[in-house]
């Protein structure tokens, strides 16, 4: 009963919660829950996205079963939203595989800056958490990691990634159900610009995060338009540079 009081403390009044859980290492459960809760704001820009990238998908003539498995399977927002356009102009398999691994490279970076967190976990565990590791998850995953020092801290990461994962097969589902009936002047797209943005903000509390963001930023929208979505890498590299040089001045 102590153990549950405190899981429900923490999860609606986190402020007391986390007060009480410096007193104990809280239990494999309820750092689910915590991971669970902490994602379920940033759905509000997921679930519009994989409506756009289902609609998306039955314009270029991709059936409801592929679209799916493709949500299924790749799990990868940006990837998916390329490879749908390419699938549209029948563009050639190995076209499209070179292009999803360029998009998909920022997760190395992802990969390289949470291994330290999980380099003690078994072979399973990783291979479920590489496969949960997404844009989304990792920002409040990461932010987790870096305040808490945990041994089971590893089932924050799963519920972050379940709450991610769940909403987006069910978004791409909603979507392949409603078709064409969304109007197109909605914009939803860019409630996931919305989302990063409110992701970034809170993460910047010194010099060297405010020039890794707007170094990264400005990059970005110079680079908006190179093909294959290269202009993301690069500005992430940009950033990484522009904090190694912010750090050592």
Known sequence: MYELSIIITQLFWPEKGYTVMNRVESSSFSEFL??????????????PFGLIFAILAQQANISAVEAQAMSLIVFAGS??????????????????????FIINLRHLLYSASIAPYTRKLSYPWKLI??????????????????????????WYYLGAGLALW????????????????IPSNWSLDFSLALTFIALVVPMIKDRPSLFVALSAGFVAIITANFPYKLGLLIAALAGILVGLWSEKN
Do not use: C
């Open 166 to 181: 769940g909403s987006w097969q069910l978004s791409t589902w909603f979507g392949l159900l409603l078709g064409a009936q």
């Open 79 to 100: 990837s998916q939203f390329m490879l749908v356009q390419l699938a549209g102009i029948n563009a050639p398999i190995p076209v499209m595989v070179v292009t999803g």
């Open 34 to 47: 915590f991971g669970f809760r902490d994602e379920l704001p940033i759905l509000v820009g997921v679930i």
């Open 129 to 154: 958490l590489s496969y949960l590791l997404t844009d989304e998850a990792y920002a409040v995953t990461i932010a987790y990691f870096q305040k808490n020092n945990k041994s089971n801290m590893h």
